[in-house]
């Protein structure tokens, strides 16, 4: 069980991976070493890449120098509408995740020959990698409760990422490694002083791209120590870590590299450092990089000039605040230097011998108008619509399945005003024509990608050019006459600008230079040149390209790269991005007067600081003839096993079962046993959920004996009231609803029983219910704001006794970066309850032997003894407050009869981590709750004692 439950976090921090509905129409096709699983709309996409899989990973094998047995299922999907994919490497039941949205030319992923084969190319390297089992017997004994391989568990991050990066680059000849991005970044990182520490180079969340330095990093300094020690060095490494005695990651380093990881990290950095300084140092006398107009930080967003050229849009975003659709005006900026003027002249009259600081660039601009990302609806790509007075932008919305799309909306900053103009179109990038009704966008859907045509009034789409997987096109412009879009297209490997005629469809391409990516073009004014990013030999600079053909001629040379072209409506000068080791800065390059800037110098011996020299192109992939695909039905079955229980204050208890579903997550059973003290539970339940319609509809047979007389810690006055046996059977259905901040749960359903109570005659129980969950979490800035509302309703029989139980809670909270308060209250009300057995019982666990509407009487907290007070009425309310993940908290509880006053509360304080999910089928996991927690018990009858608590439930 360790062994998935070590994964959980990762699968939950990948959720939207798993996000396609099980009800969906799935299909499967095999090829002798995957499964391949896929929505009937991703077919095409899914056939092309099963064709390619056996012959990649084939190369992926003579590379890594091991075969890892048995068959992955890969899950193909586009729950985000960005381009990932992911490896789960369990031994024995390996995963493979890919997303069918292609990257871009301006993405650290942009540079690949075929996406399908570059992406699966990489996440097969995790599979073969990281799945070699270890050649101890222990250790392989350890595996067989723990199936996850010594290099997956010893390695950090860096080696997992940083060789899947290697290899990508060494058998594609194309990916990061060879990429214009990854020398431009660690360049600017050296340059600075901010490469990453080796501590840093696992996980750094503090700085700019530091996530992405296990990639962009690692992959070079992996190489660095090949080219130092060998090309078998690597080999030698993963025979270390998997040998019969066992080695700690660095102790296996050590023995193939002479020294340890950190010591050899660091002169790798230093050498890096002076790579890029040496470039520095041959750039530097030709280098053309504009001026600084803003000293930006992060992943600042393209910039785009009002009509007038009066106003830039810009998107700014930071690590510790929201992201913010900015407009800032382009004329000096009067108001910031009066303001810096008198502040310098009233501190230098305070101190006459103080010295002024120096302004080394420009002031913080203030903006005109400003739209701030609520809920984590981040706007993308801004364009001015005619007149200057709206904004078309891009912002991905969540549909019921909880899937991403880009639509369009228009923002008016004057007003304030935000409309949506289209809905789940899965347009993005959109650029709106010279009179503003209609806008040329990409549409990237299901793994086709096209140019199609936006009615702005009606969100009308209309294909410009056909969906294609081989062929991807990006970053679409509107000439000023609206005659021609100009735009990139992915084709042969590269990277091409085209201009295409809108009334008859014919194109040009526009040629550069050999082996180059072109990126973010964008028009002149004139309709005369199109401005684009140019990225060769490691250095991303700006050229101006005749939109009637001929050469293109250079426009700045930077020592890091200059971005997203944005040209003054006068034709004077250009806005464009520059990278720098922080993020990027918006720079302006005056455009008259400049003389030509002659060739750029090849500096490919300066590798990782510059990109290295072209690698040979590899022989094309040999492709297997697979499909057609069949429906998927119930899938193919796997069996998991699962321990669950608790320790508890009202028992102490072992749950040993079985999971048998299938890796989409359509059908789970569950069989599990439990064992406990003389309080129990101890039984059994057999339970069944299918998912493969709307609806999910389970059932769950139980057997279970319960002595609550004896639970370790007894409730003065209960006495045998609530020993009982009982066995049944539940049906219930259910049905949710997702939307951008939340979502909806919606079940019912019926139960039947026999209770068997100890002292008393055995009793048939009939009862309904329904209940309903909304969760929702609204967010501004970088607070979030929870709130989540529950309500349930129980009807039924007992005997010869009818009864009602109803009631809810509701929480509320404010929480940021892990920290915050949240805040709940609940009530439930039973009527015409006359047995303890129906009325509301307060304390006790939750337990997979039993099903919902069997417990939904018992109100479940874990620090106390179950029926710790019995009656008809309940009262709870509870703060929480979290300190760096730390949830402290303070509850209270009241029980009483109908009629009677409200009882005495019984207060608790401690801490506790309540953990809960739905089926993870990636990791055979079905749904859980687990919770660990300590409390002081403030008054009677259990004042001044101190209880823990473990427990773990599973739901199917």
């Given at each position: 069980m360790l062994d998935r439950l070590l994964i959980v976090l990762v699968c939950l921090a990948a959720a939207p991976a798993l996000a396609q509905g099980p009800s969906a129409e799935w299909r499967t096709v095999t090829t002798p070493h995957f499964r391949v699983h896929y929505t009937a709309p991703e077919e095409a996409w899914a056939l092309d890449a099963a064709s390619k899989l056996e012959a990649i990973r084939a190369r992926v094998i003579a590379q890594v120098g091991y075969a890892a047995p048995g068959t992955v299922d890969v899950i193909v999907s586009d729950p985000v509408a960005q381009a990932n994919g992911m490896a789960l490497p369990l031994l024995g039941a390996p995963r493979m995740v890919l997303w069918t949205s292609p990257p871009g030319p301006a993405s650290a992923i942009g540079t690949y020959n075929d996406w399908i084969e570059l992406l699966a190319l990489h996440e097969d390297t995790h599979l073969e990698h990281l799945l070699r089992p270890s050649r101890s017997p222990l250790q392989r004994l350890v595996e067989a409760l723990l199936p996850v391989g010594p290099i997956t568990m010893k390695a950090p991050r860096w080696v997992h990422e940083g060789y899947a990066t290697l290899v990508e680059g060494k058998l594609t000849g194309s990916g990061r490694p060879n990429g214009d991005l990854r020398a431009a970044i660690l360049r600017q990182r050296a340059r600075a002083g901010t490469l990453p520490t080796y501590a840093q180079l696992a996980s750094d969340s503090e700085s700019w791209m530091g996530m992405s330095m296990a990639y962009l990093a690692g992959s070079a300094y992996l190489e660095w120590l090949v080219e130092r020690t060998g090309p078998?060095?690597?080999?030698?490494?993963?025979?270390?870590?998997?040998?019969?005695?066992?080695?700690?990651?660095?102790?296996?380093?050590?023995?193939v590299f002479g020294e340890p990881p950190a010591r050899l990290y660091d002169r790798f950095a230093a050498e890096l450092t002076w790579r890029a300084m040496e470039a520095e140092r041959r750039i530097a006398p030709a280098a053309r990089e504009g001026t600084l107009w803003q000293d930006l930080k992060w992943t600042t967003g393209e910039p785009a000039l009002s009509p007038d050229g009066a106003r830039l849009a810009i998107v700014l975003r930071a690590r510790e605040a929201p992201s913010r659709l900015a407009v800032w005006s382009t004329g000096p900026d009067e108001a910031g230097l009066k303001s810096w003027d008198e502040r310098v002249a009233r501190q230098l009259r305070r101190d006459p011998e103080d010295v002024a600081p120096v302004r080394a660039a420009p002031l913080p601009r203030k903006p005109l108008h400003q739209l701030v990302t609520r809920d984590g609806e981040e706007p993308f790509t801004p364009r001015w619509l005619p007149g200057g007075r709206a904004i078309l932008y891009v912002r991905f919305e969540t549909d019921g399945e909880g899937f991403l799309h880009p639509d369009l909306f228009r923002w008016d900053p004057e007003t304030g005003d935000v409309r949506r103009l289209t809905r789940f179109a899965d347009v993005r990038e959109a650029d709106p024509s010279p009179d503003g009704r209609w806008a040329i966008a990409v549409r990237d859907r299901n793994g086709f990608s096209q140019l199609v045509r936006v009615e702005l009034a009606t969100g009308t789409v209309a294909e410009i050019t056909p969906p294609s997987i081989a062929e991807v096109v990006a970053q679409p412009r509107v000439s000023p006459d609206g005659t021609r879009v100009a735009f990139v297209r992915h084709r042969g490997g590269t990277w091409v600008l085209t201009v295409r005629e809108l009334a008859g469809g014919r194109e040009r391409e526009l040629g550069a230079p050999a082996g180059a990516t072109v990126?973010?073009?964008?028009?002149?004014?004139?309709?005369?040149?199109?401005?684009?990013?140019?990225?060769?030999?490691?250095?991303?600079?700006?050229?101006?390209?005749?939109?009637?053909?001929?050469?293109?001629?250079?426009?700045?040379?930077?020592?890091?790269?200059?971005?997203?072209?944005?040209?003054?409506?006068?034709?004077?000068?250009?806005?464009?991005?520059?990278?720098?080791?922080d993020g990027l800065d918006l720079r302006r390059l005056e455009l008259n007067g400049k003389p030509a800037l002659g060739p750029s110098p090849v500096l490919s011996e300066l590798a990782p600081a510059v990109a290295p020299a072209p690698p040979a192109a590899p022989a094309p992939l040999a492709e297997t003839k697979v499909g057609p695909g069949r429906p998927y039905g119930i899938g193919r079955q796997e069996f998991a096993v699962l321990a669950g229980g608790n320790v508890a204050p009202s028992s102490r208890g072992l749950e040993l079962g079985a999971r048998v579903g299938d890796v989409v997550g359509r059908l789970d059973v569950l069989a599990i046993a439990g064992v406990g003290d003389a309080a129990g539970p101890r039984g059994g339940t057999l339970a069944v959920a299918w998912r493969g319609w709307p609806v999910t509809v389970s059932a769950q047979l139980f057997q279970m004996r319960e002595r609550l007389s004896q639970q370790p810690l007894r409730v003065p006055g209960l006495g045998e009231s609530l020993d009982l046996d009982r066995r049944g059977v539940e049906l219930a259905a259910s049905w949710k609803r997702r939307w951008d901040t939340g979502g909806v749960r919606v079940g019912a359903g019926g139960l039947l029983a026999r209770l068997e109570p100890v002292h008393a005659a055995a009793l048939d129980r009939r009862a309904g219910f329904v209940a309903v969950r909304?969760?929702?979490?609204?967010?501004?800035?970088?607070?979030?704001?929870?709130?989540?509302?529950?309500?349930?309703?129980?009807?039924?029989?007992?005997?010869?006794?009818?009864?009602?139980?109803?009631?809810?809670?509701?929480?509320?909270?404010?929480?940021?970066?892990?920290?915050?308060?949240?805040?709940?209250?609940?009530?439930?009300?039973?009527?015409?309850?006359?047995?303890?057995?129906?009325?509301?019982?307060?304390?006790?666990?939750?337990?997979?032997?039993?099903?919902?509407?069997?417990?939904?009487?018992?109100?479940?907290?874990?620090?106390?003894?179950?029926?710790?007070?019995?009656?008809?009425?309940?009262?709870?309310?509870?703060?929480?407050?979290?300190?760096?993940?730390?949830?402290?908290?303070?509850?209270?509880?009241?029980?009483?009869?109908?009629?009677?006053?409200?009882?005495?509360?019984?207060?608790?304080?401690?801490?506790?981590?309540?953990?809960?999910?739905g089926p993870l089928p990636l990791v055979k996991l079905p749904g859980f709750h687990l919770t660990l927690g300590v409390a002081r018990i403030l008054d009677a009858p259990f004042a001044d004692r101190t209880e823990g608590w473990l427990t773990l439930a599973w739901r199917p």
């Open positions: 078998d060095s690597l080999r030698h490494l993963w025979a270390r870590m998997t040998a019969r005695t066992d080695r700690s990651f660095g102790e296996a380093f050590a023995g990126a973010y073009p964008a028009w002149s004014a004139d309709g005369n040149t199109v401005f684009a990013s140019v990225g060769r030999d490691g250095f991303i600079d700006l050229m101006a390209f005749p939109a009637a053909g001929g050469a293109a001629r250079p426009l700045t040379r930077t020592i890091g790269a200059a971005l997203a072209p944005a040209p003054t409506p006068d034709g004077t000068a250009i806005f464009f991005l520059s990278l720098q080791a909304v969760d929702d979490t609204p967010s501004r800035g970088c607070w979030r704001f929870p709130h989540r509302l529950e309500a349930r309703f129980d009807a039924g029989r007992t005997g010869d006794d009818a009864w009602r139980r109803y009631g809810g809670s509701f929480e509320v909270g404010a929480v940021r970066e892990g920290s915050g308060v949240l805040l709940a209250y609940q009530r439930q009300t039973a009527r015409d309850a006359t047995s303890s057995l129906d009325r509301l019982q307060l304390g006790g666990v939750d337990s997979s032997l039993l099903p919902a509407s069997e417990l939904s009487g018992r109100i479940v907290v874990p620090a106390l003894p179950a029926g710790a007070r019995i009656g008809d009425e309940h009262e709870g309310e509870r703060a929480t407050l979290l300190l760096g993940g730390v949830p402290l908290f303070f509850e209270r509880h009241r029980v009483w009869d109908q009629g009677a006053a409200r009882g005495d509360w019984l207060r608790l304080a401690g801490l506790e981590w309540d953990v809960a999910s």
